[in-house]
């Protein structure tokens, strides 16, 4: 069966940088997109990005495109989503999802919290 | 940035009740119009991919359906596990965006 399970919850400093995983299993990893969405506390879905693990290739919002890269490795199907220069606004439930265009499996979520 | 605007932003339905829910986007978006369902403390669930494509294994009282800017999510006869939030999201130009989301309720 398809799954996506995420690393574990952390606590990051204003300024520093975050690093989530997404580990696959159960299709083949490069004949998907894989993205990440992001959800505020008490707020919406926010589309941060995806990422081809066939080609590498990766697309970001545009408010977010300077302080993130999204990669994948393919020898442990897992991709990875870094965001820098962390900002208190930046504290969320992260998203790994398969799909490039509808997320049909999601993972279990990474809660990230940002204070100074 | 194509924006995706809900309506209702919430609402309060009995169980049985027929429930329609409306995305507009900013700009034509054709059919690439999806539908998630998510629950608290859950990752969402998508439940209608290209604007009326029932995702399998969802319930056949979800249906799609719009094309363009406007869109509808119906809920034939609501259930008790319907109690949720539900989101629009585009996939017809980056970024993706969803929109705001409309929270359905027990009445």
């Known amino acids: 069966q398809v799954q996506l399970v995420q690393s574990g919850g952390e606590v990051k400093k204003t300024g520093a940088s975050m690093k989530v995983s997404c580990e696959a299993s159960?299709?083949?990893?490069?004949?998907?997109?894989l993205s990440w969405v992001r959800q505020a506390p008490g707020q919406g879905l926010e589309w941060m990005g995806w990422i081809s693990p066939y080609t590498g290739n990766a697309n970001y919002a545009q408010n977010l495109q300077d302080r993130v890269t999204m990669t994948t490795d393919t020898s442990t199907n897992t991709a990875y989503m870094e965001l820098r220069s962390l900002r208190s606004d930046d504290t969320a439930v992260y998203y790994c999802?398969?799909?490039?265009?509808?997320?049909?499996?999601w993972g279990q979520g990474t809660l990230v919290t940002v204070s100074s | 940035d194509i924006q995706m605007t809900q309506s209702p932003s919430s609402l309060s339905a009995s169980v049985g009740d027929k429930v329609t829910i409306t995305c507009r986007a900013s700009q034509s978006i054709s059919t690439f119009l999806n539908w998630y369902q998510q629950k608290p403390g859950k990752a969402p669930k998508v439940l209608i991919y290209?604007?009326?494509s029932l995702q399998t294994g969802v319930p056949s009282r979800f249906s799609g359906s719009g094309s363009g800017t406007d869109f509808t999510l119906t809920i034939s006869s609501l259930q008790p596990e319907d109690f949720a939030t539900y989101y629009c999201q585009q996939s017809y130009s980056i970024p993706y965006g969803f929109g705001q989301g409309t929270k359905v309720d027990i009445k």
């Open positions: 999802a398969r799909g490039q265009y509808f997320f049909d499996y």
């Open positions: 159960g299709y083949t990893f490069t004949a998907y997109g």
């Open positions: 290209a604007a009326s």
